[in-house]
């Protein structure tokens, strides 16, 4: 992460974090051009999530795994065959488009 200094416009280095969650850390930093010396504290938080984690998605999945019953299983099982089905043919139109060129 680049940290610019708000006093001069030189980059700065962090020199400590202090996490307050797994969220939100002061971050103290200190100006890398000697002739300024400004030394901050600028806060470091979490926005939003762009790409939810894979481990969150696996622990959601084994909740509504465990909520199916035979029908629901059956029906998961169908559509996972369509999909390997269709992933099949995208990929051979995948490899034909790459030989064409």
Known sequence: MRIICNACGSNANINKTNR???EMADIY????N???GHRFVSKL???HTLNE???QMSDKLKTVLSL???NGIEELK???TER???MRIDNANRKSLVNRH
Request: contains cysteine; glycine residues 4%.
């Open 34 to 36: 000697s002739e300024c």
């Open 78 to 80: 169908g559509y996972i």
């Open 20 to 22: 307050m969650t797994n």
């Open 29 to 32: 930093v200190t100006c890398s």
């Open 53 to 55: 984690s894979r481990l």
């Open 45 to 47: 938080h979490y926005s």
């Open 68 to 70: 199916l019953d035979n």
């Open 84 to 86: 390997e089905h269709q």
